[in-house]
């Protein structure tokens, strides 16, 4: 069996959850491989409804094992909370396990988060506050704990020490604020680290055994390709990679071993926080999307900037993240509108370019140059069988596969696990 990665194809919040959640039933490990509870997956199934920031969306499935991988940084209050609230609505979570290597977010991070985007002003990116840029920051600069650090308290307590007194400087001298405790913080931590003890492993070691038994592993993204630092809108991104490419070191699997990547678009575009959306309405047409489709952030609330589907974004993201295939979600937003809107390519300053700026400088002259289709008018969400969608909703994703070059496999009518209808197989 292969090894699946699933990614997001724009700025992020595209559906990843509902689509793992959808996908896990056949695979027996899922791997969570970035971020942090910056992101959310919100997932509808018979449990109920959940908004997750850090378990992977497999764990609804028992006999799936879900791994957070070492490519996530993790607030370990919000996991174990996380934990709790499934298990009170009757989710088992004993196939949980958290790779040793993955990073803490400690009470600096969450602290400095906040007060390094106020400093910003009118310049602030938009982040989360939850704490991620700066753990990921430590991470980059040999400053960061590991959750493995709390199996040994020793060691644990040295390395909080030497740090701390360098970020209470900071929090001191730069921004004026009141020094972290020592002891808190550590015997806090202490605590977190005996809960989850039992869940921390090697999980390399766990996913080449999965692989060696020919089970169906799954590498589930956060946030969206037009987020990664490297290929995103940067500085308007987030600070690890989202990408195909990135789910090998957050996981811990070679490149060799993926056999299929899933791009995750919406039908339609949305962004959160600052930063160039070069499709985004402020208009009528785009509050209607926002309200029809409840586009506000699983994790922080915020009104989503929501505009037409971009293919040049889409084009851009099947190359680097070699896409072997595409889920679309939100369809049925758009059965209402009487057209639709793709933008092909852009126009920037009187020329026609059909690539994906690298510099958000140029990225923000960009116009749009749009191709117009009729809307179908008539609802989706029941439909479970391509051949039964209208003819106009089978030409927008057949020009949304022609544009992109690569084929749908996935079109998702709802928010809940059966409103799929799948056009082509993925495994």
Not at 52 to 66: A, D, M, R
Not at 119 to 140: C, E, L, N, Q, W
Not at 221 to 242: C, H, I, K, R
Request: glycine content about 12%; aromatic content about 8%; proline content about 5%.
């Amino acid at each position: 069996m292969p090894i699946i990665a699933v990614i997001g194809a724009q700025w992020g919040d595209e559906g990843k959850g509902k689509v793992v959640d959808l996908l896990a039933e056949k695979a027996r490990v899922v791997v969570r491989f970035s971020g942090g509870d910056n992101a959310g997956h919100t997932v509808i199934n018979q449990y109920g409804e959940f908004g997750l920031h850090l378990i992977p969306s497999g764990i609804f499935y028992p006999g799936v094992t879900c791994i957070i991988g070492n490519g996530v940084v993790i607030n370990p209050a919000v996991l174990i909370n996380e934990i709790d609230q499934l298990n009170q609505r009757g989710v088992d979570t004993t196939g949980l396990f958290i790779s040793d290597r993955a990073h803490l977010i400690m009470p600096y991070h969450t602290l400095l988060d906040g007060l390094e985007e106020e400093s910003r002003g009118g310049k602030a990116i938009g982040t989360t506050r939850k704490g991620v840029g700066p753990a990921f920051a430590d991470k980059t600069a040999r400053l960061g704990i590991r959750i493995g650090d709390l199996l040994d308290k020793e060691v644990f307590q040295e390395r909080l020490r030497s740090i701390l007194e360098y970020k209470n400087t900071i929090l001191t001298k730069i921004y004026g604020v009141k020094p972290l405790s020592l002891d808190e913080i550590y015997n806090q931590y202490c605590q977190y680290g005996e809960r989850l003890a039992p869940r921390i492993r090697e999980t390399t070691v766990m996913l080449a055994e999965a692989l060696d038994r020919h089970e169906l592993v799954m590498l589930e993204g956060a946030q969206g390709t037009l987020l990664d630092p490297d290929f995103g809108t940067y500085p308007y991104t987030t600070s690890s990679s989202p990408l195909a490419g990135g789910s090998c070191l957050g996981a811990g699997v070679g490149p060799t071993r993926i056999d299929r990547v899933l791009g995750v678009f919406k039908a339609y575009c949305t962004r959160v926080g600052s930063g160039p959306m070069p499709t985004e309405l402020k208009d009528e047409t785009g509050n209607l999307i926002r309200e029809r489709a409840h586009e506000y952030g699983t994790t922080t609330g915020r009104p989503r900037r929501c505009g037409w589907f971009d293919a040049v974004v889409g084009r851009f993201s099947a190359r680097i993240n070699g896409l072997t295939g595409i889920a679309i979600t939100r369809l049925d937003v758009l059965d209402i509108l009487p057209s639709l809107k793709i933008c092909t390519s852009y126009k920037l300053d009187g020329q026609k370019i059909d690539y994906f700026p690298g510099s958000v400088a140029i990225l923000e002259r960009c116009q749009p140059i749009y191709e117009e289709l009729a809307g179908w008018q008539s609802p989706t969400s029941d439909i479970r069988d391509y051949e039964q969608l209208p003819v106009e909703a089978k030409q927008y994703i057949a020009r949304l596969e022609e544009l992109i070059s690569c084929p749908v496999n996935i079109i998702s009518v709802g928010a809940e696990r059966g409103q799929t209808i799948h056009k082509l197989p993925i495994f």
